[in-house]
């Protein structure tokens, strides 16, 4: 067995606009990458911490995997399994998933902001094919931007929202009913909490999907036995990697929940994951994986653009994207610790 260079890398990658939802304003992405490289072979890691989204610290994240002690949020897990499994699968010549479907059904996500904009960013969506729209809420301008979405693309495209867990079970409701009118797919993550999911569920006629309130499949299975939801959003990130989300989503259709796959604004070595986990599972909805044209600069052209609503799936070997140095510092990523098989870690910057 040929020696493995670990290093852990930091990169910073820039939106092209900022993000705006109900969680805040986001220009630009945290993320810390793990490569595996045995002086022929490399695989790598993606762990994507948000704050603002799913209290992680990315300071324990960063701690997690330069020191590989004490606790590791899911994040670092879903990275370290990444590394490891693309790894191999490179080794293999194969695709880190078992790819069935050569592409998957996307949809466009749609952040918050003055409703004529975002209508004119769901238009773009309509000319590119898209079928699926996912818009943000849980603002006060929230109904003129619905209105204004649902008369840019038309009566034919699913239409769901997602208001990060902001609302009140009251506020939920209220506005629920009032924007049931523009036939909305589903309402993603209303509410915090899976009880509060359900209260909303039993007085709302639209379908309810949890997102942030559940991680893995022992949450899946609560909120099934809660009759919390219709559907549930996996993220491998917040699962704690493949493993862990392909349980999420096999919990899901045993208790009669309807799948999907989203990414938190990953980068593309998450992305590619994600991907290939949706097309082993031939997930139905529309995942949330087409959003690394929301990121600008170089790292848009390490995934194929989705086209017509669907998203080519990376065939590999491994993750199918490089994980090469030139790659990684050409995105401005930089090295801040590295480990030698045989010794301890070194801190380089």
């Known amino acids: 067995m040929r020696p493995l260079l670990r290093r852990v890398w930091r990169l910073e990658l820039p939106l092209e606009t900022p993000f705006i939802s109900a969680t805040g ?3 630009s992405r945290l993320l810390f990458l793990l490569t595996l490289t045995d002086g022929e072979t490399c695989g790598i890691g993606e762990a994507a911490p948000l704050p603002a989204y799913d ?3 990315p300071q324990q994240v960063l701690v997690a995997l330069t020191s590989r002690r004490g606790r590791r949020p899911p994040q670092a897990r879903a990275c370290e399994e990444l590394a490891r499994l693309d790894l191999e699968a490179r080794r293999a010549g194969s695709a880190l998933c078992h790819v069935v479907a050569e592409t998957v059904p996307v949809n466009v996500t749609l952040t918050a902001g003055p409703a004529e904009e975002v209508a004119e960013r769901a238009r773009q969506g309509v000319r590119a094919g898209f079928s699926t729209f996912k818009l943000k809420v849980g603002l006060p301008d929230d109904l003129e931007r619905v209105a204004a979405v649902r008369a840019a693309v038309g009566s034919w495209p699913a239409l769901r ?7 009140s079970v009251d506020e939920a409701v209220a506005t629920i009913r009032r924007l049931e009118r523009f036939d909305l797919e589903l309402v993603e993550q209303p509410c915090r909490t899976l009880e509060e999911l359900r209260e909303v569920r039993t007085r709302v006629s639209v379908p309810i999907a949890a997102d942030e309130a559940v991680a893995d499949a022992r949450d899946v299975q609560r909120a099934a036995a809660l009759e919390a939801c219709d559907a549930v959003c996996v993220k491998l ?3 704690g990697g493949v493993r862990a989300a392909r349980e999420a989503i096999e919990a899901a259709r045993e208790a009669g929940l309807e799948p ?3 990414s938190s604004l ?4 998450g992305l590619a994951a994600a991907l290939q986990l949706a097309s082993e599972q031939r997930l139905r909805l529309a995942s949330g994986l087409a959003t690394l044209s929301l990121f600008s600069g170089p790292v ?4 194929p653009s989705p086209a017509n609503g669907v998203a080519p799936v990376p065939a590999g070997p491994g993750l199918g994207v490089p994980c090469d140095e030139a790659t990684l510092r050409g995105l401005g990523a ?5 480990t030698a098989a045989t010794s301890g870690a070194r801190r380089v910057t």
Not at 300 to 303: D, K, Q, S, V
Not at 334 to 338: W, Y
């Open 266 to 269: 990953d980068g593309p070595w």
């Open 237 to 239: 990130s917040r699962a």
């Open 300 to 303: 848009r052209a390490l995934l």
């Open 25 to 27: 304003v986001l220009r």
């Open 55 to 57: 209290g992680s610290n």
């Open 161 to 167: 929202v997602d208001a990060n867990g902001r609302w």
């Open 334 to 338: 930089e090295v801040v610790a590295e």
């Open 260 to 262: 999907y796959l989203a």
